[in-house]
């Protein structure tokens, strides 16, 4: 074998090579940059939830996922009949919850009869009449009162170990039920009418 066919050969292993890293170069930066992007979606756009449990019956069922937006609230506060994924003060487990009443706000339940600011709020999603009472109380300014639908069967803002919740344990705002297919909608997110 001649001097020139050896050199050649090593030319074409060597052009080979960096061909090959090259390649596993640019794979390994694609992945890198959609595991980020992937992260900033899940992170700050939106995230898929599952609905665990019957505490916003009817409106949402158990086992249901939504499409929540967490973008939602960069831009304005949430208001009263948003249906919200939130978090509870010691503990990381997402909750599914309707916003009932507002920093500034006065709550008390009497009757089974929800009132704000001693006025009756019209609730036509709520699954049953109200059997527990709530005494009257005022929400710190920046603080929501969060309900399942499903009040009697629902841990919610009425529990001393959850109580009003600031806008930084709120994620997003549901928008869509995804799955099961035959059951995709859009949330209603009626926002309850005081009279």
Same mark, same amino acid.
């Given at each position: @074998?001649?001097?020139?066919?050896?050199?050649?050969?090593?030319?074409? +292993?060597?052009?080979?090579?960096?061909?090959?890293?090259?390649?596993?170069?640019?794979?390994?930066?694609? %992945?890198? %940059?959609?595991?980020?992007?992937?992260?900033?979606?899940?992170?700050?756009?939106f995230q898929i939830v599952r609905v665990?449990?019957?505490? @916003?019956?009817?409106?949402?069922? +158990?086992?249901?996922?939504?499409?929540?937006?967490?973008?939602?609230?960069?831009?304005?506060?949430?208001?009263?009949?948003?249906?919200?994924?939130?978090?509870?003060?010691?503990?990381?487990?997402?909750?599914?919850?309707?916003?009932?009443?507002?920093?500034?706000?006065?709550?008390? %339940?009497?009757?089974?009869?929800?009132?704000?600011?001693?006025?009756?709020?019209?609730?036509?999603?709520?699954?049953?009449?109200?059997?527990?009472?709530?005494?009257?109380?005022?929400?710190?300014?920046?603080?929501? %009162?969060? @309900?399942?639908?499903?009040?009697?069967?629902?841990?919610?803002?009425?529990?001393?170990?959850?109580?009003?919740?600031?806008?930084? @344990?709120?994620?997003?705002?549901?928008?869509?039920?995804?799955?099961?297919?035959?059951?995709?909608?859009?949330?209603? +997110?009626?926002?309850?009418?005081?009279?």
């Amino acid at each position: @074998m001649s001097q020139t066919t050896a050199k050649r050969g090593r030319r074409r +292993h060597t052009k080979q090579e960096k061909n090959l890293n090259r390649e596993i170069t640019e794979w390994v930066i694609s %992945i890198i %940059i959609a595991v980020a992007l992937a992260l900033v979606v899940h992170n700050y756009v939106f995230q898929i939830v599952r609905v665990d449990g019957h505490s @916003m019956e009817p409106t949402l069922q +158990h086992n249901e996922r939504m499409a929540v937006t967490k973008f939602s609230y960069l831009f304005g506060d949430p208001q009263r009949g948003d249906i919200v994924v939130t978090k509870y003060p010691g503990d990381n487990k997402n909750y599914v919850k309707r916003v009932i009443a507002l920093g500034g706000e006065t709550i008390s %339940i009497k009757s089974g009869v929800l009132y704000i600011n001693g006025e009756t709020l019209d609730e036509p999603y709520i699954k049953n009449t109200i059997i527990e009472e709530f005494t009257e109380t005022t929400i710190p300014e920046g603080y929501y %009162i969060v @309900m399942g639908d499903n009040r009697n069967n629902s841990r919610d803002s009425r529990a001393n170990s959850v109580g009003p919740l600031g806008e930084d @344990m709120i994620i997003g705002k549901s928008q869509f039920v995804v799955w099961p297919f035959n059951e995709i909608r859009s949330i209603n +997110h009626y926002s309850g009418i005081l009279q």
